[in-house]
């Protein structure tokens, strides 16, 4: 599969291969992420979450960890699909307010 | 209902018109957020609005003014924008608290000429 340790703004994965997608938060306060994925012309899709108090969590073909020692969360895509391609962006939110922080992004795109 | 529903999906408009972007949702959710999107960079959070106030504004120009009349309904006023201000709006809600995901609307694709 493909895997990088750093942020990286675009990824390109084989179909059938696993992709590794990673993020670097700042906020040590931070309580809460998410994992959202935008396609084009479209608003952000909610993929999956976790909360500061767990260190990883499983969805379907999605699986998210979070290393709060080191600030880092990652997403991993299972099997990855043609309908994967997108931009993926990690968010995070403080422990006592509605701000919602977005990281950078990576595109992602799947090669048949 | 899981929809977050945002008109109109396009707007073109000049530097002197006054326009509304509206955004609406059913899921009851007292949280509603502006964000604002350039080409290829993650959202901006604009403005948040908690129980129909509004709670945040990240120093956003007076030219986009936001206004919640209701729990289900979001606006954004916009009034003597630039070219700059061209982006992609998003609306998006959530349950109030601090473990809740924010659901987005599809945005309104805005040019300012």
């Known amino acids: 599969g493909e895997s990088v340790g750093l942020h990286l703004p675009t990824l390109s994965v084989q179909e059938g291969d696993n992709s590794i997608i990673n993020c670097a938060y700042s906020?040590?306060?931070?309580?809460?992420f998410i994992w959202y994925k935008q396609e084009s012309g479209k608003g952000p899709q909610f993929i999956i979450d976790?909360?500061?108090?767990?260190d990883k969590r499983q969805g379907q073909r999605v699986t998210v960890l979070l290393n709060k020692t080191v600030k880092h969360l990652s997403l991993q895509i299972a099997a990855t699909q043609p309908g994967d391609s997108a931009v993926y962006f990690c968010?995070?939110?403080?422990?006592?307010?509605?701000?919602?922080?977005f990281g950078a992004g990576t595109t992602v795109t799947v090669r048949a | 209902d899981t929809e977050v529903t945002q008109t109109p999906k396009h707007l073109v408009m000049g530097m002197t018109n006054k326009k509304s972007l509206k955004c609406e949702q059913h899921?009851?959710?007292?949280?509603m957020y502006w964000y604002k999107q350039k080409a290829k960079k993650p959202p901006e959070l604009m403005f948040v609005?908690?129980?129909?106030?509004?709670?945040i504004n990240e120093s956003v120009p007076s030219r986009f003014s936001p206004e919640c009349p209701n729990s289900s309904l979001l606006n954004l006023h916009l009034h003597a924008l630039q070219p700059e201000d061209s982006a992609l709006y998003l609306c998006?809600?959530?349950?109030?608290?601090?473990?809740?995901?924010?659901?987005f609307g599809q945005g309104t694709r805005l040019t300012v000429v």
């Open positions: 998006a809600s959530s349950h109030p608290g601090v473990n809740t995901e924010a659901f």
């Open positions: 906020n040590s306060a931070s309580d809460y």
């Open positions: 976790i909360r500061s108090n767990m």
């Open positions: 968010a995070e939110k403080g422990s006592n307010d509605y701000k919602l922080s």
């Open positions: 899921m009851g959710h007292r949280a």
């Open positions: 609005y908690s129980y129909e106030k509004l709670s």
